[in-house]
Structures are given as C-alpha cells and as structure tokens.
C-alpha cells in the first residue's frame, strides 16, 4: 500500500487547469493522463507478476478526482490480494453479461442506433460526431451499462460537468442519448420513463440552456488599429501570417482557411468555395476574393502538395495547425486577441465605417439569417455584392480609407 504522504498530490485546480500532454501523478499509481489530441483522463499503473499495466478509470469529464482517487484505492485493495484489478472488472462485467443475456449495453444500442440512421443523414461526417460525443462524455459512465439500468442520476453524471462550459455539446450529448434509449425502449429492452428527456425531466435539475449559458465574446483587435497591424503582418515569412493574412481578408472561420485545398479556388472568378462539409452551417459558402486575397492565393498555390492543403503543416499530409496563427500574434505582441476575433473586427468596420447593410455583413460571415421570413425571400447569396464590400475590407486593411467612409448628406445652400 503506498504511503499516504505520497497520495493526493493533485487537487481540482491543478486538474482543471492542465492542458499539457503527459502524466500527472497523484501518487498510488493514480495518474491524470492528457493526450496528444487533448482528451482527458484517469488512468491507474501497477506491476503485478512483473508485469507492467494500465487501466483506465474513465474520462475526467465524467468521473472526479475523489472518484478516481476511491476507484484507485479498490485497485489497491485488489492488488494487494494478489488480483489484478483490469482480469477482475472484466470477470465482474462478465456476470453482468451472463446474468442478462438478452440485455444490451448503451454501446450496442448506441452502435446499432448510428447504424440504422446514417444512411438518412445528411452530411456524412454526422455519425462519426455521434461516435465523437458518446464515446467522449457517455460512455465512460454507461457505456458498458445495460440500458434497463440507466437512470437519472447517471445523466446528470454525464451532463452536470458540461452543462455550463459546453452548453451546445450537453445539448446534443442529451439529446442523442434520449433517442438511443427511446430507441431501446421501442425494442422492449428498457421500460419507464427516459431519463434524458428534457422536458418536465432534466429541467427541473439542470438549469434552463438561457441561464447556462454565457456568450462567450472573442477578444478582437479594433479596427482602427488594422492600419498598424496589416504591416506588420506582410512581413512575416512564416506559413502562419499567410493564412491568417487570407483569413482576416476573407472573413471565413479558422478550420475553414487551414483546411483549403487548392482546387476549391477559380483565380478566373475570383472565387473560393467551401464544401458544405467544412461550413458550420452545413451548406457551401462562396467566397469573393479580393485582389489583395486573390495575390495570396496565387503565391500559395505555386507551392502547395498536389491532393494536398494549400497551406500544408510541416507533417506530410496534415495541414497548419490550429494553434500556428494564435502562437505567432503571441509572438507578434498581440497575446490579448484570438483569431476569431478578426471576424468581430471586420463586423464593427461595416457598421461603423460603411453603409452595407446587416444582412450583407452576416452572410459574408456566413451566419444564419435570423428572420425566417428574410431568409425564405433571400434565395440567392448576393456574392457581386459581397464582392465589392471584401475589396472595400481589403482595400482598409492596406491603408486606403477613402472608399469606406460614411455618406453624408450635402449641406443645402440655406445651411452654408
């Protein structure tokens, strides 16, 4: 057993805080464990018959620290004894198994669940966000459960930790797990109420999504300081001020400049389309581009990888990391503003500089139209439109201010 002034040397700040890839001991051979790719979990190290192990105590979304360090202790227990503590959890799911035979865990009935639906869905990325989902935030809690024992309490198990800091993924966590077990239900393999529902539910235990959830502004750079950092900008060599160069000119998210290829640009048309696959919103955007934008991207393609992204990351295959633009306006002394602020800066400029209207700035963002009713008579996407307005916003990010003044009335003679 280890001694206890070698256990609990993390605590839930230090927890909440880690962001870097490694292992964190808390002593007992209890570890925090942080991947390469930012996942977050518990895992549990011990020798046994000179024999080195893990085993995972679950994600740190789903299970705390307390929790963790009491499933370490078992372990110990167990260890003690002369049991491993993984050949031990596999004989114990073993009996559940035998016990119920014509039972079905939530892993089955959410695989069978995907499988049934996925030819009706529409974007087929959309069964692999369901995988994502699940096996990130439910799974480590129910997913070796049998869907008849799934209650309340394992919910707000799975949603308590998320419900305020990612209140758009609890949402669809929710939801999903309500149609797997509904699903299941509808198979007679669970009886009684669905302890995801929402209504008259959850609701009286979370709070309302309107109260969870706090908007969450982007730090922006003014526009008027464009003038001082477009320069700045241009003169950098690195992979990185190119792409952040085409984004802030473009206005389109990050995901959507890293993930260009070169053969979704016509230089003929001036014109960039995003796939629907990449767009938030699920449908194709085309982009105008600017002279100033249009130069970008022709110097781009004159070395991007064939198949490849126009802007390939140093890893075959892979493009620019996502991380690429923010480290270098941190090193650029602009460590108080993210990248997709910039959109929030091109937001401002027209309407505070120019007399585009609204609705002409928010598509070019590429946001939902907020009036159903415009929405349904606005049928096509204004691009010649956009396209004066994108060379109006390059033209400004280059110096030239003349052309995005706001209008003002001529005095008349009985004024002068």
Same mark, same amino acid.
């Not at 007992?28 to 996942?39: C, E, H």
């Not at 190290?45 to 192990?53: D, E, V």
């Not at 935030?137 to 930790?161: C, F, H, N």
């Not at 480290?327 to 091109?346: C, Q, W």
């Given at each position: 057993?280890?001694?206890?002034?070698?256990?609990?040397?993390?605590?839930?700040?230090?927890?909440?805080?880690?962001?870097?890839?490694?292992?964190?001991?808390?002593?007992?051979?209890?570890?925090?464990?942080?991947?390469?790719?930012?996942?977050?979990?518990?895992?549990?190290?011990?020798?046994?018959?000179?024999?080195?192990?893990?085993?995972?105590?679950?994600?740190?979304?789903?299970?705390?620290?307390?929790?963790?360090?009491?499933?370490?202790?078992?372990?110990?227990?167990?260890?003690?004894?002369?049991?491993?503590?993984?050949?031990?959890?596999?004989?114990?799911?073993?009996?559940?198994?035998?016990?119920?035979?014509?039972?079905?865990?939530?892993?089955?009935?959410?695989?069978?669940?995907?499988?049934?639906?996925?030819?009706?869905?529409?974007?087929?990325?959309?069964?692999?966000?369901?995988?994502?989902?699940?096996?990130?935030?439910?799974?480590?809690?129910?997913?070796?459960?049998?869907?008849?024992?799934?209650?309340?309490?394992?919910?707000?198990?799975?949603?308590?930790?998320?419900?305020?800091?990612?209140?758009?993924?609890?949402?669809?966590?929710?939801?999903?797990?309500?149609?797997?077990?509904?699903?299941?239900?509808?198979?007679?393999?669970?009886?009684?109420?669905?302890?995801?529902?929402?209504?008259?539910?959850?609701?009286?235990?979370?709070?309302?999504?309107?109260?969870?959830?706090?908007?969450?502004?982007?730090?922006?750079?003014?526009?008027?300081?464009?003038?001082?950092?477009? /320069?700045?900008?241009? &003169?950098?060599? %690195?992979? #990185?001020?190119? +792409?952040?160069?085409?984004?802030?000119?473009?206005?389109? *998210?990050?995901?959507?400049?890293?993930?260009?290829?070169?053969?979704?640009?016509?230089?003929?048309?001036?014109?960039?389309?995003?796939?629907?696959?990449?767009?938030?919103?699920?449908?194709?955007?085309?982009?105008?581009?600017?002279?100033?934008?249009?130069?970008?991207?022709?110097?781009?393609?004159?070395?991007?990888?064939?198949?490849?992204?126009?802007?390939?990351?140093?890893?075959?295959?892979?493009?620019?990391?996502?991380?690429?633009?923010?480290?270098?306006?941190?090193?650029?002394?602009?460590?108080?503003?993210?990248?997709?602020?910039?959109?929030?800066?091109?937001?401002?400029?027209?309407?505070?500089?120019?007399?585009? /209207?609204?609705?002409? &700035?928010?598509? %070019?963002? #590429?946001?939902? +139209?907020?009036?159903?009713?415009?929405?349904?008579?606005? *049928?096509?996407?204004?691009?010649?439109?956009?396209?004066?307005?994108?060379?109006?916003?390059?033209?400004?990010?280059?110096?030239?201010?003349?052309?995005?003044?706001?209008?003002?009335?001529?005095?008349?003679?009985?004024?002068?």
């Amino acid at each position: 057993m280890a001694n206890s002034r070698q256990l609990h040397r993390l605590n839930a700040l230090k927890v909440a805080k880690e962001t870097a890839p490694g292992y964190y001991g808390d002593g007992g051979g209890l570890y925090l464990q942080i991947s390469n790719s930012g996942s977050r979990s518990w895992i549990f190290r011990f020798s046994l018959a000179k024999r080195s192990r893990e085993m995972g105590l679950g994600a740190v979304s789903s299970v705390s620290l307390a929790e963790a360090r009491a499933l370490a202790t078992n372990c110990r227990k167990l260890l003690a004894d002369g049991v491993d503590p993984i050949e031990a959890r596999n004989a114990d799911r073993e009996r559940v198994s035998e016990a119920s035979p014509e039972g079905l865990t939530f892993k089955q009935a959410a695989a069978d669940f995907i499988e049934a639906h996925k030819a009706g869905w529409k974007n087929r990325k959309h069964a692999q966000q369901w995988e994502n989902t699940l096996s990130t935030y439910a799974y480590p809690v129910i997913g070796t459960k049998d869907v008849s024992e799934i209650d309340t309490a394992m919910i707000v198990r799975i949603l308590q930790p998320i419900w305020s800091k990612k209140a758009e993924t609890a949402s669809r966590v929710r939801g999903r797990i309500e149609s797997i077990l509904d699903a299941a239900k509808a198979l007679g393999k669970r009886t009684g109420e669905n302890p995801a529902r929402w209504r008259g539910h959850l609701e009286q235990i979370l709070p309302k999504r309107s109260r969870a959830r706090r908007v969450k502004h982007h730090p922006a750079l003014p526009y008027t300081q464009m003038h001082d950092f477009m /320069p700045q900008l241009r &003169a950098r060599e %690195a992979q #990185a001020a190119r +792409v952040l160069h085409l984004l802030i000119l473009t206005g389109v *998210r990050t995901s959507e400049a890293l993930l260009a290829r070169p053969e979704e640009f016509d230089l003929g048309k001036r014109l960039w389309i995003v796939p629907p696959d990449r767009m938030k919103m699920e449908k194709e955007l085309r982009v105008p581009l600017s002279e100033q934008a249009l130069e970008i991207v022709r110097e781009a393609l004159k070395t991007a990888p064939k198949g490849g992204y126009l802007f390939p990351g140093q890893r075959k295959g892979k493009p620019l990391s996502n991380m690429a633009m923010l480290n270098m306006l941190d090193r650029m002394g602009y460590e108080e503003i993210t990248v997709h602020g910039f959109r929030s800066t091109f937001r401002d400029w027209v309407a505070d500089c120019t007399e585009y /209207p609204d609705s002409l &700035a928010e598509m %070019a963002l #590429a946001h939902a +139209v907020e009036s159903k009713v415009e929405g349904a008579y606005r *049928r096509g996407d204004m691009l010649e439109r956009r396209r004066r307005m994108m060379q109006d916003w390059a033209d400004f990010c280059g110096g030239k201010t003349a052309t995005v003044l706001p209008f003002t009335p001529p005095q008349s003679q009985a004024a002068v």
